[in-house]
């Protein structure tokens, strides 16, 4: 079993910067791909990025390409989203989540574990 707990949610302006952490719990972590989700109210859930099992290989959505970056640090068991350019549209709860494969998904249904999320609000 493992359990996450996101941090790093806030009120910033746009143009700035947040980066997100993701701390993880259990014996198990090393192998699992970790994800980054986001939900603005009143739209679905969409993926913003990941990170695989192991190798690290990384994986975004589109329109976070060259904006936010995806890491880990497996001794720590923590995974980080950092945010830069940040937009009002990237307004969201952002969510962490944990599968029991070692590739990265981008369909939520795919995840096993997930974090209770952090509000991120980006202001014009």
């Known amino acids: 079993q493992v359990q996450l707990v996101e941090s790093g949610g806030g009120l910033v302006q746009a143009g700035g910067s947040l980066r997100l952490s993701c701390a993880a719990s259990?014996?198990?972590?090393?192998?699992?791909?970790m994800g980054w989700f986001r939900q603005a109210p009143g739209k679905e859930r969409d993926f913003v990025a990941g990170?695989?099992?192991?190798?690290?290989?990384?994986d975004y959505a589109d329109s976070m390409k060259g904006r936010f970056t995806i890491s880990r640090d497996n001794n720590k068991k923590m995974v980080y989203l950092q945010m830069n350019s940040l937009k009002p549209e990237d307004t969201a709860v952002y969510y962490c989540?944990?599968?029991?494969?070692?590739?990265?998904?981008?369909?939520?249904?795919?995840?096993?574990?997930w974090g209770q999320g952090t509000q991120v609000t980006v202001s014009s």
């Open positions: 990170i695989s099992g192991v190798s690290s290989s990384t």
């Open positions: 259990g014996r198990t972590f090393t192998p699992y791909a």
């Open positions: 989540a944990g599968r029991q494969r070692r590739v990265v998904s981008r369909y939520g249904s795919e995840y096993d574990y």
